[in-house]
């Protein structure tokens, strides 16, 4: 089945740590998303990548990083430089950029700080 | 800012009548999104409807949008308790500020 798989589904963290979210997808999508949710809040995008090897900052970029050296795989990595991680977090893949059609999204990591 | 505005914020049905919710946007889009979230998982894509249509069907949902007003609405119509999740608008601008705007959601729970 095609799809986009998110690892770990849950991650706790104690402040001052650097942690990896995993987006993998296999549906041969050029684009592919990461978005934060908050409670009672909508999307909000973090970082998002059109292409392999290129990236661009979403609205709340601040804290984090992206690398996309493939283009099945997009991971995110939470640093400590984030102040408040405590989050939802949300891939999404779509056949090209720009918005002109639908993303595909993973199941979620929810991150904790402890 | 966000761009898209669902109303109301939660919707109680009973299980057979319609669901209605709504989205108000400010700028200039080339396409809304309706998404679902089922608590605690993914956002599943419902129906996507151009800026140059007025309205689109999909099973029992129907989808209008209105760029005078720059409103959308979604129905639901028969209910059901498996349509109970979170759904959200989103609009897609492309050009040199593409970007996918997503709405704060609006809970929506059908009562068997």
């Known amino acids: 089945d095609g799809g986009i798989t998110q690892s770990p589904k849950y991650l706790f963290r104690k402040e001052g740590q650097n942690v990896t979210l995993s987006c993998e997808q296999n549906?041969?999508?050029?684009?592919m998303y990461w978005y934060r949710q908050d409670p009672g809040q909508g999307l909000r995008l973090i970082y998002y990548?059109?292409?392999?090897?290129?990236?661009q900052k979403g609205d709340i970029a601040e804290g984090y990083s992206v690398s996309r050296e493939k283009k099945e795989s997009f991971p995110l990595t939470v640093t400590s430089a984030q102040k408040n991680p405590t989050a939802f977090y949300l891939c999404?893949?779509?056949?090209?950029?720009?918005?002109?059609?639908?993303?595909?999204f993973g199941e979620g990591s929810r991150l904790t700080v402890l | 800012s966000q761009q898209g505005e669902e109303d109301p914020q939660a919707l109680s049905i009973q299980e057979g009548e319609n669901a209605t919710m709504n989205c108000s946007y400010k700028?200039?889009?080339?396409?809304l999104q309706w998404y679902r979230q089922n608590s605690g998982r993914g956002l599943v894509h419902l129906i996507l409807?151009?800026?140059?249509?007025r309205e689109k069907h999909s099973g029992r949902l129907r989808v209008t949008l209105d760029t005078s007003k720059k409103s959308s609405s979604l129905l639901i119509t028969a209910s059901r308790a498996a349509d109970t999740a979170s759904y959200f608008c989103?609009?897609?601008?492309?050009?040199?500020?593409?970007?996918?705007?997503f709405g704060k959601g609006i809970t929506l729970s059908v009562r068997p």
């Open positions: 700028t200039s889009i080339n396409n």
């Open positions: 989103a609009t897609g601008r492309t050009g040199a500020n593409s970007k996918l705007t």
């Open positions: 549906l041969n999508h050029d684009a």
């Open positions: 990548s059109q292409i392999v090897n290129d990236f």
């Open positions: 999404a893949s779509s056949i090209t950029a720009g918005y002109r059609g639908e993303l595909f």
């Open positions: 409807i151009r800026s140059n249509e």
